[in-house]
């Protein structure tokens, strides 16, 4: 059974920096895209950005674009997303998944596109 364990959350000041690391076990990694969303209390789930399973393209959510920055380690089977320029509006659950397209030509943005999540980590941005 493929698992996913999300790590680095935590609370920070707006304008500080996170980095977000999955691990994945259990099952094949290299061969999927994988990606982060996030979900803020009373609101859906939403994407943040996507890396292929190559790690040659990525894709970001407009809100994140240019702060964000993500990432994979094919080697250790990990997936990070390092968070810079914090803001408040980013406090919400992060939650890495892993896509259900083995080998996808395209970066899968939705959740459906995705099959197996982590438990989510907590990340709280003061103002």
């Known amino acids: 059974q493929v698992q996913l364990v999300e790590s680095g959350g935590g609370l920070v000041q707006a304008g500080g920096s996170l980095r977000l690391s999955c691990a994945v076990s259990g099952g094949a990694f290299r061969t999927y895209g994988m990606a982060w969303f996030r979900q803020a209390p009373g609101k859906e789930r939403e994407f943040v950005a996507a890396i292929s399973w190559t790690g040659g393209n990525t894709y970001y959510a407009d809100l994140v674009k240019g702060r964000f920055t993500i990432s994979r380690d094919n080697a250790k089977n990990t997936v990070c997303l390092q968070m810079n320029s914090l803001k408040a509006e980013d406090t919400a659950v992060y939650y890495c998944?892993?896509?259900?397209?083995?080998?996808?030509?395209?970066?899968?943005?939705?959740?459906?596109?995705?099959?197996?999540w982590g438990q989510g980590t907590q990340v709280t941005v003061s103002s």
């Open positions: 998944a892993r896509s259900n397209q083995r080998v996808a030509t395209v970066l899968l943005l939705r959740p459906y596109d995705y099959d197996y």
